[in-house]
């Protein structure tokens, strides 16, 4: 509960960021991170609330320019999921088109990422070498199956990809390139690992992405609510 209304805080100022901000905005945030909560429900983890909120913070660290608060928590991103690595990628490619790149404050800081990744993903695994499991499932041979076996549910969740599709790319390039390159950085290699690493139908695993896809809806919505379209939105 309380990863779920830090998740919701962080988010909010993150918008602030990039959005002009009102009080119906902050409902329609709302709205969508309840959203999230009901289409993420299924085969839901206890870690998957952190794992929102922990990307959330790292984005808008991030987008603030403050290195000592994302390497303190970088850690606790790696300890709660393994996609930590994400957020390198987006680190490097946020600091060679957003920003004029310092080389060697970003060297410092894609070294300490990568030490503490490694660090933290290898010691998981000695610690807990003797348990009962894999290390991970590789069945995208099985995952496509099981899309062809059930093809209504499998169209349910290609028609909720389109239509969130169509509310992204909406406006494309009027909406902030932070969030543009967000989303370069993350949907692809979810995507990819959702079919090989993930089982079918388990879209808990786009946590990651949440923050990313309600910053990049909000426009579309605010536009397609008649109460608010009068309003300029885009700061």
């Known amino acids: 509960t309380g990863a779920g209304v830090g998740f919701y805080l962080a988010l909010?100022?993150?918008?602030e960021i990039f959005y002009r901000h009102d009080e119906r905005m902050k409902l329609l945030t709302i709205v969508l991170v309840l959203t999230c909560?009901?289409?993420?429900n299924e085969y839901r983890m206890p870690y998957d609330l952190f794992t929102a909120w922990f990307f959330t913070l790292a984005f808008l660290y991030i987008a603030e320019g403050d290195d000592r608060s994302y390497v303190v928590l970088f850690p606790l991103i790696c300890l709660n999921r393994e996609t930590a690595f994400l957020l390198t990628g987006f680190y490097f490619l946020h600091a060679l088109c957003v920003e004029v790149p310092n080389i060697s404050r970003l060297m410092r800081m894609l070294d300490y990422?990568?030490?503490?990744y490694l660090t933290i993903t290898i010691g998981v695994r000695i610690i807990f070498a003797d348990n009962v499991g894999l290390s991970a499932w590789i069945e995208p041979v099985q995952n496509i199956q099981k899309f062809i076996?059930?093809?209504?549910t499998t169209l349910y969740h290609l028609a909720v990809s389109i239509v969130l599709l169509f509310m992204i790319v909406r406006n494309w390039y009027l909406k902030p390139l932070f969030l543009r390159l967000a989303l370069?950085?993350?949907?692809?290699?979810?995507?990819?690992?959702y079919i090989v690493f993930g089982q079918a139908f388990e879209v808990r695993v786009f946590w990651e992405l949440s923050p990313i896809l309600i910053a990049l809806t909000l426009p579309t919505l605010w536009e397609w609510t008649p109460a608010l379209a009068r309003l300029s939105f885009i700061e």
């Not at 909010?12 to 918008?15: I, P």
């Not at 076996?149 to 209504?152: D, L, R, Y």
């Not at 370069?184 to 690992?193: A, E, K, Q």
């Open 184 to 193: 370069f950085c993350t949907l692809p290699p979810l995507m990819l690992m």
């Open 113 to 116: 990422q990568a030490i503490v």
């Open 12 to 15: 909010d100022e993150l918008l």
């Open 37 to 40: 909560m009901v289409m993420f």
């Open 149 to 152: 076996n059930h093809p209504a």
